[in-house]
């Protein structure tokens, strides 16, 4: 697992250079952000480096290829989740879509009380979408129900 930890933190700090690189061409206004997210892509890139180089000494975790062959149900499911949640995006909007991927991903992940599924799904769904549509101004899809499409 080390060694993917590795391969993963560089990839991710090669990310992190080749953002900051193109957004160095953008008005500061428009860099400031993204160049704090690419930032604190590559300290966190170097970050993991770090730890998984201190760790390859001592780490015996099973291999990650054996893990997802185990967990391919669940990985599988999960998929078939996003490519639905993407899909009804425009069909029943956000609202609806991330709700009910929200109350999936949560099942799957192995919490059964319904109650921490709906209020967390709810609360989650409401944060991002007034988040988006009030504080952002960004429009998201309303679907069917509300008129859309």
């Known amino acids: 697992m080390s060694k993917a930890n590795k391969i993963t933190a560089i990839v991710f700090i090669l990310i992190a250079f080749g953002f900051i690189a193109s957004g160095l061409r953008l008005s500061f206004g428009a860099r400031l952000y993204p160049m704090i997210l690419s930032i604190l892509l590559a300290f966190l890139g170097v970050l993991l480096f770090i730890t998984s180089h201190k760790k390859s000494k001592t780490d015996n975790s099973p291999n990650p290829l054996a893990i997802l062959i185990k967990e391919h149900k669940h990985f599988t499911i999960l998929i078939v989740g996003y490519i639905l949640f993407i899909a009804g995006l425009t069909f029943i909007g956000f609202a609806p879509a ?52």
């Open 98 to 149: 991330c709700f009910i991927f929200l109350v999936i991903v949560q099942y799957l992940l192995g919490y059964r009380k319904k109650s921490v599924l709906f209020i967390n799904s709810a609360v989650f769904t409401l944060i991002v979408y007034f988040s988006f549509s009030s504080l952002l101004n960004v429009p998201l899809p309303v679907g069917i129900f509300l008129g859309g499409i």
